[in-house]
Each structure stands twice: as structure tokens, then as C-alpha cells.
């Protein structure tokens, strides 16, 4: 059973006001300042200059909104709406929960990935990042408590960036349909094993701990690991806790999409722990449906997961680390 003594978070989220959102920015033609003449012109011919030029660059600016309103009118127009119905519980949004508008937004981009529906909704995505960004901000004060190996941090420091890697793949989508954070010693870039939230609409939202595809030399350390004391891992995924968030316990509980299907180099095919040693990744994960992340108490929700975890991170790191 998850502790007791953990108290419920009640901070309510900041929301961002209009002031706190930057506007689009007209991209304004610059133009080089001509040289001052020499020769003095008469008053006459200044004001006549001066209106002649006002007139032409009126017209510039004219042509130049009527332009930008036709592509704007055309990017509305392309706008697809969400596929999937965001719930809407009586009083939301709650302050230990994500807004229904955050997962709107999430929804209706992907549907429209691209940057032109980024630009015409900079004031939607900045209040969703945000949104999202107070809620990191209270996971981490109370997952510090549970596993004060955490690295304490901003908020916005655990948060991922939402523009995708574009340079290995045929894939020139250029967002990500999720937000996402990870909690460990080291940071979200360090390789140690920790925690992270992957919030998603369409059922989608993901609570998860341990270590995703680490790099040959920790992948090594945590065979060595296993093979030495593999006690450690069996009893961490054993608990009460575990079975109580996850339905299951031990191995079962591992995701194991690239799971090898045979022995690893160098290791034996009937070694007594060639279940276990055959994970290259050991992570544990939760899924949640869009009406739980919107509703009060979410935040308790991934804090029991994350609770329930605490052994099974400390015995990877205590291998890989």
C-alpha cells in the first residue's frame, strides 16, 4: 500500500495571463537608409518627398496585411478539427490535474502538425505548455520526498522540448503529439534510470520508471548486475505496492517491445536468469485514460505509481549508476 504520510498536494496551477503570452511578430521589411545628399532641398520638395513615400509604403503595408490575411484565412480554412473527444468533468480544470484544454490543444496538433497551426495558436500552446509545466512542478516536490536521490530543479528544466529531431528520419512532422518530463538524479539527459510522465490524448498518457535502451557500456553493468543478484530486481517488482498499481508483478511487468528473442553475446542459453537478461530496456509503465488526467486527483494517481517504483529504480541505479 502506498504511504500514508505523503500529503495530497492542493497548490493550484498558475495560469498564464494575456501579458504573459508574446504575440506574433509582423516580420517588417527592412530597407537600408539612403545616404543624406548634399545638396540642400527646398521645403517644397521635402513635404512632397515625404508625401510620396508615406502614400508608397501605405500601400506596402496594405499590400503586406492583405497578403498575410489571405494566408492566414487559407490556414484557417486547412485546420482540421480533434478526432478525439476531450471529457470536460463539472469544475475542471482542478488544481492537481491537467486542463481539458491542454489535451484539446495536444488533440487538434495532431491533426494539424505543422507550423503554420503552431503560429496561428501561439496563445493556446503557450497555456498548454504551461499548464503542464505547473503540474511537473508539483510532481517534483513530492517524488524529491519519496526518492531524495532526485535531482531538485525548475520545473521547465525536467520538461522536454516539443519540436522533433528532424535529421535521422522520413518523418519531417514537426512536433511532438505528447508532453513529456523526466525525473532522475541527474536530470532528464542523464542516463541514470528515474522517472517520467508522457501526457497524451486519446487514452494515451503514460506514467513510467526505469531505463529506456541504455548505451552499451550501462546496458553491460546491468547484465553484470543481473547475473550477480538478480534477487534485487525479482524482490523490487514483487512488492504489494507493485501488484496493487499494476495489476501484476515480476517480470511481467516490464515492457518488452525490444526484448531479444535469444540469448545476449557472451551469455549462455540456458543461464538461470535468461529471462531477465534477455531486456534491453527494464521500464515499467502505467497508462491512463484522458478522463483521469483531466479529474481531481491525477496527481495522486501518477505519485502512486511513481511510489510503488522507488525500489525498482533504486536497484537499477545501484547496477548501472
Excluded at 19 to 39: F, H, L
Excluded at 176 to 187: D, E, M, N, P, V
Amino acid at each position: 500500500m502506498v504511504d500514508q504520510k505523503r500529503k495530497k498536494t492542493v497548490k493550484r496551477h498558475v495560469k498564464p495571463n494575456s501579458n504573459q503570452v508574446d504575440p506574433i511578430q509582423e516580420q517588417a521589411s527592412s530597407t537600408a537608409s539612403p545616404k543624406r545628399r548634399r545638396v540642400q532641398k527646398s521645403k517644397q520638395t521635402s513635404k512632397r518627398s515625404k508625401s510620396e513615400s508615406d502614400g508608397s509604403e501605405d500601400w506596402a503595408e496594405s499590400d503586406q496585411e492583405s497578403v498575410e490575411g489571405e494566408v492566414t484565412a487559407a490556414a484557417q480554412e486547412d485546420m482540421k478539427s480533434a478526432v478525439i473527444d476531450i471529457p470536460r468533468p463539472k469544475g475542471s480544470p482542478f488544481a492537481d490535474a491537467l486542463s481539458p484544454d491542454t489535451l484539446e490543444f495536444m488533440a487538434q496538433l495532431a491533426e494539424n502538425n505543422n507550423r503554420d497551426f503552431m503560429q496561428l495558436n501561439q496563445e493556446r500552446w503557450h497555456a498548454a505548455k504551461q499548464d503542464f509545466t505547473d503540474f511537473v512542478g508539483l510532481i517534483i516536490k513530492e517524488l524529491q520526498s519519496m526518492d531524495p536521490t532526485i535531482l531538485v530543479e525548475e520545473p521547465k528544466a525536467a520538461v522536454y522540448r516539443q519540436n522533433r529531431d528532424l535529421r535521422f528520419t522520413n518523418d519531417l512532422r514537426p512536433y511532438k503529439i505528447y508532453l513529456s518530463a523526466s525525473f532522475s538524479r541527474g536530470g532528464k539527459k542523464s542516463p541514470f534510470a528515474g522517472y517520467h510522465i508522457a501526457v497524451a490524448p486519446g487514452n494515451k498518457t503514460m506514467v513510467a520508471a526505469g531505463i529506456w535502451q541504455p548505451s552499451s557500456s550501462i546496458l553491460s553493468r546491468m547484465r553484470t548486475g543481473i547475473m550477480e543478484n538478480a534477487s534485487l530486481m525479482r524482490e523490487a517488482l514483487s512488492t504489494d505496492a507493485i501488484n496493487d498499481i499494476f495489476g501484476k508483478g515480476g517480470l511481467e511487468v516490464l515492457e518488452s517491445s525490444d526484448k531479444l528473442k535469444v540469448a545476449p553475446k557472451g551469455v549462455a542459453k540456458d543461464h538461470p536468469e535468461i529471462e531477465m537478461l534477455r531486456f534491453k530496456s527494464m521500464v515499467a509503465s502505467k497508462y491512463f485514460d484522458d478522463v483521469d488526467v483531466v479529474s481531481e486527483g491525477f496527481l495522486d494517481k501518477v505519485l502512486d505509481v511513481f511510489d510503488a517504483v522507488v525500489p525498482f529504480v533504486a536497484v537499477l541505479n545501484s547496477w548501472t549508476g
